[in-house]
């Protein structure tokens, strides 16, 4: 997302942070398993549950997502975020991923 950003407002992307030594744990949390995902999630198999199989993961996933989105809390807002109502703000999503071949 962060990459995706720095193209649209024609910055240069950050660097990505050094790697860390060693292998990862390869450890599932408890709860995690295949539901109607590709691979294995806590809970059910959907876009806000797409790395929760990976430690801090899905937390770190959602802040982004919250800031250059729609902030996942229940319930959602749907008159209005920037001016624009939740309608739109899909269609102007669908419409992005379309153009940049992006099916999810």
Known sequence: MIDTVAFGVGATPP???????GLPSRKPPDGAGQT??????????????SLS???GERQSMLRLS?????????????????????SQ????AARTSYLNDCFY
């Open 66 to 86: 919250d800031v250059l989105y729609l902030e996942h809390v229940v319930p959602v807002n749907l008159v209005d975020k920037g001016g624009l109502v939740r």
């Open 36 to 49: 109607r995902a590709w691979v294995p999630t806590v809970g059910p198999g959907h876009a806000l549950s």
């Open 15 to 21: 660097p990505l942070p050094p790697g860390r030594e």
């Open 89 to 92: 703000i899909e269609v102007l």
């Open 53 to 55: 199989a990976v430690d």
